[in-house]
């Protein structure tokens, strides 16, 4: 009797994790994360000094160590008028269409995997919202006099958020970490997961790469906000597994506790 019992909780955990969680959960993570996003944005202007000598001191320190390639890519790309404006739009939309992309995709075809990726993704904003709090940081492109030009804004890119109405809307001083590039490092993760072929592995590699790259030829990230976007990811994975351990710990211990008699 008592074996059957077990059986059937686990059947019943197992089918639990094949489940799509109710998509009100999901939309309710979103806005939370969109709430918390926005009240730190209302802070950027108090900060904005704060944030211009974070930008400047940042470059200072990747010239000493020899690692500032910014400018110079900067430079090579404005001649560069129809590469420049698709990287602009690559900056604008990728990382919104391919990261809610694959959650979608997620959520949809793959519910056991859905939700560990979908920890590691929060936990990866969470730490990027709370260094935005800690750390104000400039982009090059708002550095007055250092030679950078805001290629998203001078190609006039589809959905810009530098320019006009949209900017009100968006933190200018949150460049580290690089949350587009912490999107693209888990969207590898996701592709890599879910894929042996060797064309998906090889667009999971490509991907960040191409992502890290426009984000620093395009005047908006250093490479010290690349490098601190890969490391939120690696930390957010390691956090979401962490989870994952304690809740499935947790349940172990609900299944073996006796039941009432």
Known sequence: MWGLLATARGVRRDWFSRQRSPWWIELAAISWLYLIYDRISDLAPLRQQEALAHGRGILHLERIVHLAPELSLNHWLLPHHLLAEIL????????????????MWLWWRRPDLHRPLRNTLMF????????????????????????????????????????????????????????????????AIVLWRVSRRALVRGLALAYPLMTSFAVVATGNHFVADVLAGVLTTAMATGLAAAFGALIALRRQQMAAAPSPA
């Open 88 to 103: 602009a739009n690559y900056y604008d939309i990728a990382h919104f269409v391919v990261t809610i992309g694959l959650l």
């Open 124 to 187: 990866t904003n969470v730490i990027g919202l709370v260094v935005f709090w800690a750390y104000p940081l400039a982009p090059p492109r708002l550095l007055a006099g250092s030679g950078f030009t805001d290629v998203v804004a001078s190609t006039h890119a589809f959905a810009s958020w530098h320019v006009g109405v949209l900017a009100s809307q968006a933190n200018q001083l949150a460049a580290m970490p690089s949350l587009h590039v912490a999107w693209s490092a888990w969207c």
